[in-house]
């Protein structure tokens, strides 16, 4: 089955830039989408096809996809930013939807 | 504005069944696929199954197929989700939710999440 493999945690400053990896076999050639997740809330699209903000999604959220590795970044990270982050992806080869994952996001 | 209000969810004992309800509204239901996303406790995020807008394209998860089942009332705006056989694994809040449009080959990413409801199973 497909995997999508994330980095545990990342810590960033705020006003600082983070960037969350997801890595999988072939990734570049899938569409990836990222989520965020706070503690006792529902899930928040945030990135979608790779590059594209859902309206209300501030600027400062981003997303490349290239190779092995997509990326989520936030730049001028601000409290309110501090999730769990997850990528997402659906395999057509297995039909499966697939999350990665997750990465903690703290801000210090 | 899309509102998605599961229910259904609450203690069962191993072995046990359940089935869990979405209803949905702010949104032409028939026009979109729908999802089960589900979270275990301290664990990340888990696809469960999808179906799509007519409801004859049905996908799962290795783990829950041949006991799960989703299905939709698309005259009620309502996803649902029968669960059989149910373990101690199967513990987590379902989410449901909609997708960013319908599919035929590529399921869509999920726009908009219900608030979840929380299944345990324990004895």
């Known amino acids: 089955s497909y995997v999508l493999t994330q980095p545990p945690s990342v810590s960033v400053a705020p006003g600082e830039t983070a960037r969350i990896t997801c890595g999988g076999n072939?990734?570049?050639?899938?569409?990836v989408h990222w989520y965020q997740k706070k503690p006792g809330q529902a899930p928040v699209l945030v990135i979608y096809?790779?590059?594209d903000r859902p309206s209300g999604i501030p600027e400062r959220f981003s997303g490349s996809n290239s190779g092995k590795t997509a990326t989520l970044t936030i730049t001028r990270v601000e409290a309110g930013d501090e999730a769990d982050y997850y990528c997402q992806v659906w395999d057509i080869t297995s039909d499966h939807g697939v999350f990665g994952t997750g990465t903690k996001v703290t801000v210090l | 504005e899309v509102q998605l209000l599961e229910s259904g969810g609450g203690l069962v004992q191993p072995g046990g069944s359940l089935r869990l309800s979405c209803a949905a509204s702010g949104f032409t239901f028939s026009s979109y696929a729908m999802s089960w996303v589900r979270q275990a406790p301290g664990k990340g995020l888990e696809w469960v199954s999808v179906?799509?807008?007519?409801?004859?394209?049905?996908y799962y998860a290795d783990s829950v197929k041949g006991r799960f089942t989703i299905s939709r009332d698309n005259s009620k705006n309502t996803l649902y989700l029968q669960m059989n056989s149910l373990r101690a694994d199967n513990t987590a809040i379902y989410y449901c939710?909609?997708?960013?449009?319908?599919?035929?080959?590529?399921?869509?990413?999920?726009?908009?999440w219900g608030q979840g409801t929380l299944v345990t199973v324990s004895s």
């Open positions: 072939d990734i570049g050639s899938k569409s």
């Open positions: 939710a909609k997708g960013g449009g319908d599919y035929q080959l590529l399921v869509p990413p999920v726009d908009h």
């Open positions: 096809y790779d590059s």
């Open positions: 179906i799509s807008g007519s409801g004859t394209n049905t």
